[in-house]
């Protein structure tokens, strides 16, 4: 499970805060697999505000068995919702989609995809508990088979931050397992210039803007390994990403806001804060699994042209 740009000292921090229950021992990786095939983990906790109010989460996860010689990443795009491509800390590029030509062959090489049916599965925080709704995957090409896990209702909330524990009961294909994870606190006071982000905000073409928001007063493994990536989204899908540590304030660089990075202008794009934590943990018959938190919220912005 592998998104771009994660640090290698994010999955050791993670890894501490999430072995637990029945979880089985960290295997060493230089130590090759007898088998002719590898079970991969993907879990993602996705909790989005809007408009300064609405609240939507969704939690999926996929238990995928395929290939050991097959590109990880890309069978990650194919069962989607999990890859996470960011830029380099501090940079910004324009946001990828996939299928692209430079796709096709590792498509042709990854063979057959069987996601795993692990039994009832759910998660719960503090009080709140969120049982996961068991999916058919649709075909994709005669790649992908199985089952999924979501969230039933995109309208239920789970608090933030907090302890999140994710168990399931186990099935002839894996052994049961309970891990638990600490989530991140959801951003807020996020401002573009001195305005909140709420409120809708115009950026002039060409001109830097500082960007700020708030940050946990008490320090801890965890969150000083967490990332904030932001998104600029016009209608057409044209989008940039920019990503940055967690510290409270960082710059949206003159380039984002020029007239060649977008169709037109005036332009009206959607910007997004997410803060993001993430990690592997450990669980019996599974080689590979991670979890990623990805929190934000949303609001509008009007790119407009220069006044000089």
Same mark, same amino acid.
């Given at each position: 499970m592998r998104s771009s740009n994660r640090p290698v000292s994010?999955?050791?921090a993670f890894l501490g805060a999430v072995v637990g229950g029945c979880a089985a021992p960290v295997v060493d990786d230089d130590i090759t697999s007898a088998t002719?095939? $590898? #079970?991969?983990? *993907?879990?993602l906790v996705e909790r989005t505000a809007a408009d300064g109010q609405l609240v939507q989460t969704n939690v999926s996860a996929k238990f995928m068995r395929l290939g050991s010689n097959a590109d990880l990443d890309v069978a990650e795009r194919v069962v989607g919702g999990s890859w996470l491509d960011l830029p380099t800390i501090g940079e910004c590029r324009p946001l990828t989609t996939f299928a692209g030509t430079d796709e096709a062959p590792a498509l042709s !090489?990854?063979?057959s995809i069987e996601l795993l049916d692990v039994g !009832?599965?759910? *998660?719960?925080?503090?009080? $709140?508990?969120m049982p996961l709704a068991t999916r058919a995957f649709p075909d994709v090409g005669g790649?992908?088979?199985?089952?999924?896990?979501?969230?039933?209702d995109a309208r239920s909330d789970l608090p933030a931050p907090g302890r999140y524990v994710l168990e399931s009961t186990g099935s002839g294909m894996l052994e049961r397992f309970s891990i638990g994870a600490d989530a991140p606190a959801n951003p807020e006071g996020v401002r573009i210039g001195n305005v909140d982000l709420a409120e809708g905000v115009m950026l002039e073409e060409g #001109?830097? #803007?500082n960007l700020t928001w708030l940050v946990a007063e008490t320090a801890s493994e965890s969150r000083e390994s967490d990332l904030v990536y932001v998104d600029l989204t016009a209608p057409s899908g044209t989008g940039i990403r920019c990503t940055y540590k967690d510290l409270g304030q960082a710059v949206i660089p003159a380039a984002v806001t #020029?007239?060649?990075?977008?169709?037109?202008l005036p332009a009206v794009v959607s910007i997004s804060l997410h803060r993001i934590r993430q990690g592997q943990f450990a669980a019996p018959g599974i080689d590979d699994a991670e979890l990623r938190f990805d929190f934000s919220v949303v609001g509008k912005a $009007? *790119?407009?042209p220069s006044s000089l």
């Amino acid at each position: 499970m592998r998104s771009s740009n994660r640090p290698v000292s994010t999955l050791l921090a993670f890894l501490g805060a999430v072995v637990g229950g029945c979880a089985a021992p960290v295997v060493d990786d230089d130590i090759t697999s007898a088998t002719s095939y $590898t #079970t991969e983990a *993907i879990v993602l906790v996705e909790r989005t505000a809007a408009d300064g109010q609405l609240v939507q989460t969704n939690v999926s996860a996929k238990f995928m068995r395929l290939g050991s010689n097959a590109d990880l990443d890309v069978a990650e795009r194919v069962v989607g919702g999990s890859w996470l491509d960011l830029p380099t800390i501090g940079e910004c590029r324009p946001l990828t989609t996939f299928a692209g030509t430079d796709e096709a062959p590792a498509l042709s !090489d990854l063979g057959s995809i069987e996601l795993l049916d692990v039994g !009832d599965l759910s *998660i719960t925080a503090e009080s $709140t508990s969120m049982p996961l709704a068991t999916r058919a995957f649709p075909d994709v090409g005669g790649l992908v088979s199985g089952v999924f896990y979501t969230s039933r209702d995109a309208r239920s909330d789970l608090p933030a931050p907090g302890r999140y524990v994710l168990e399931s009961t186990g099935s002839g294909m894996l052994e049961r397992f309970s891990i638990g994870a600490d989530a991140p606190a959801n951003p807020e006071g996020v401002r573009i210039g001195n305005v909140d982000l709420a409120e809708g905000v115009m950026l002039e073409e060409g #001109t830097s #803007t500082n960007l700020t928001w708030l940050v946990a007063e008490t320090a801890s493994e965890s969150r000083e390994s967490d990332l904030v990536y932001v998104d600029l989204t016009a209608p057409s899908g044209t989008g940039i990403r920019c990503t940055y540590k967690d510290l409270g304030q960082a710059v949206i660089p003159a380039a984002v806001t #020029t007239s060649k990075a977008w169709e037109a202008l005036p332009a009206v794009v959607s910007i997004s804060l997410h803060r993001i934590r993430q990690g592997q943990f450990a669980a019996p018959g599974i080689d590979d699994a991670e979890l990623r938190f990805d929190f934000s919220v949303v609001g509008k912005a $009007t *790119i407009v042209p220069s006044s000089l």
